[in-house]
């Protein structure tokens, strides 16, 4: 069982709707972080969290440590919005290395 | 430009040949990471420094894989003998740690991509 999962893995959307992207982990974290990735590649630290919400924006990212789930959502969505979304574990009791989930491909249409 | 560098960024080799990858990370910070990313998958776990020091190594990085950073600033990722398999997106990120005042953000930068045909 992958220690990260993400849903749903593709998501289309139109232009203004609210998006909901899942991240559920199974093991014990210090922080969670959501990564936006264009392609070509270029990856960008979207948030970083360990306990309550946060906020940026049209971005709101979520994160309940009991239920070892998070959330982003992006209200009034734009085309520009099109990316890869990945959620990132930092484990408690391990380095700094970060384990990624594979990603919510969202396209967001005119 | 102050944020985290990658050389080259794109590579096509031939099987079997040695390739080098370099990562130049945002200047102060003492923490640097080196993930692979093969298509459609999310970015793995290759190795990490702080300073000079190689902490961690994950079993992916075979020994045909090396990665320095000599004066903790610069690193530099090596495949000797590419195989098919190396093909992928090699990013590196980096951060700064201050121990209990930690500031673990990690800024990526934009990957070296390695075709190995």
């Known amino acids: 069982k992958n220690e990260v999962e993400q849903s749903p893995q593709n998501l289309t959307a139109q232009e203004g709707e609210f998006i909901t992207i899942n991240c559920s982990y199974s093991?014990?974290?210090?922080?969670l972080h959501w990564l936006q990735q264009h392609p070509g590649g270029g990856i960008v630290s979207l948030f970083m969290?360990?306990?309550g919400k946060k906020k940026h924006g049209r971005l709101i990212a979520t994160i309940n440590i009991q239920e070892k789930h998070s959330s982003l959502h992006i209200t009034a969505s734009h085309p520009r919005d099109s990316a890869v979304y990945i959620c990132?574990?930092?484990?408690?009791?391990?380095?700094?290395?970060?384990?990624f989930g594979t990603g919510t491909r969202l396209q967001v249409f005119p | 430009d102050t944020g985290v560098s990658q050389n080259p960024r794109h590579k096509i080799t031939k099987r079997g040949q040695n390739v080098t990858f370099r990562c130049d990370p945002i200047?102060?910070?003492?923490?640097l990471y080196w993930y692979r990313q093969t298509l459609g998958q999310g970015p793995e776990f290759l190795t990490y420094?702080?300073?000079?020091?190689?902490?961690?190594k994950s079993r992916l990085l075979s020994d045909r894989f090396s990665a320095e950073r000599p004066k903790g600033s610069f690193s530099t990722l090596e495949i000797q003998r590419t195989e098919q398999g190396d093909s992928a997106m090699y990013l590196c990120?980096?951060?700064?740690?201050?121990?209990?005042?930690?500031?673990?953000?990690?800024?990526f930068g934009p990957g070296t991509r390695l075709t190995v045909t």
């Open positions: 420094f702080q300073n000079e020091a190689q902490l961690e």
């Open positions: 200047s102060e910070h003492n923490r």
């Open positions: 990120a980096s951060s700064l740690e201050l121990g209990w005042l930690s500031l673990d953000e990690q800024y």
């Open positions: 093991v014990g974290i210090s922080a």
């Open positions: 990132a574990l930092r484990q408690s009791y391990n380095t700094d290395k970060l384990i």
């Open positions: 969290l360990s306990s």
